[in-house]
């Protein structure tokens, strides 16, 4: 096993859940998953996987699924699994041997937005893997603050606010969700929206310069250390929430340059594999049941209407 593997989230006990019906490739999956020193659980099928999906004190931060299995398949586990609000949030790595635009899309309508294609190299494996971990932790950390915002907001019919930082993006997102006819369904794609105005939009930070920095572990520093540089330390996020009987709508307009957003709408295959770029596709597709960008792209407008109940 490789050092670079080796020397990551030692003693996390973070738990994965494991799910091969080949025990060859199950025994390989458990021991790379020790090697990260996460603490794996196995199941052999898709019954298997969502009986322990049942017990709250085996449940898993994230879930590693093969999608070609007897009796029930992975994306049949994964339909299970959306229809349970609390299980609904949990990351999922579909394992395949496949990363076809038909299949990706699959999985993508179905709820699944990591992807592991066999066979997998040894970084490729953390890398993905990692990125899973970072998405449930984030949605943990949000859930938790959600609850703390959580009052009534049944008077509000508009409201503004002014944002500089990703800390303020979050905790905006947490507190506006709850204005929202389903606040842990909306809650994932306002964090994704808002941050992504501060991040990619006031402070500019290109996709191909936040991978090199999410692999380097220094993603945080440089967002922090752009904040206060004089070109962007001035730059804020206008958010406006609107509600009535039938919807509630969220816009945000940054002061960067814009993008090309219409290619983050949906995965692309080709970014299948990336560890990041998918809080718009996620946000179009579960979040919302409509989200507009402006031509520029530095505006953006997420409505959910108020007779909605797909689950997160």
Request: aromatic share 8%; proline share 4%.
């Amino acid at each position: 096993m490789s050092e670079a593997l080796t020397k990551y989230h030692r003693n996390n006990h973070k738990k994965v859940l494991a799910v091969e019906d080949d025990a060859t490739s199950r025994f390989v999956l458990v021991n790379l998953l020790e090697e990260l020193g996460y603490d794996p659980i196995e199941a052999e099928d898709g019954r298997e996987a969502l009986a322990i999906m049942e017990n709250d004190i085996n449940r898993p931060d994230i879930i590693v699924l093969d999608k070609i299995m007897p009796g029930m398949d992975g994306l049949e586990v994964v339909l299970q699994l959306k229809k349970d609000p609390a299980l609904s949030h949990i990351p999922i790595v579909m394992v395949t041997g496949s990363k076809t635009p038909e299949e990706v899309k699959e999985g993508i309508d179905a709820g699944v937005f990591y992807y592991l294609v066999k066979p997998y190299e040894e970084e490729v494996f953390k890398s993905v893997i990692d990125a899973a971990m970072r998405e449930a932790d984030r949605r943990t950390t949000l859930r938790a603050d959600l609850k703390k915002h959580q009052t009534s907001f049944g008077f509000i019919n508009k409201a503004e606010f002014t944002i500089r930082t990703i800390d303020e993006a979050e905790d905006l997102a947490c507190f506006i969700a709850n204005c929202f006819p389903n606040p842990d369904r909306a809650l994932p794609g306002l964090a994704s929206l808002l941050v992504n105005a501060v991040e990619h939009g006031n402070l500019e930070l290109g996709y191909e310069e936040k991978s090199v920095l999410l692999k380097s572990g220094k993603w945080k520093e440089i967002l922090d250390l752009r904040q206060r540089q004089d070109n962007f330390k001035d730059r804020a996020v206008q958010v406006t929430l609107e509600r009535n009987a039938e919807r509630t709508l969220v816009n945000i307009l940054d002061e960067g340059q814009g993008f090309d957003w219409k290619e983050y709408m949906d995965i692309d295959p080709s970014r299948a594999l990336e560890t990041h770029g998918r809080g718009i596709a996620q946000a179009n597709k579960i979040s919302f049941d409509n989200l507009e960008y402006s031509p520029k792209g530095n505006a953006v407008t997420a409505i959910a209407r108020a007779e909605t109940s797909i689950l997160w």
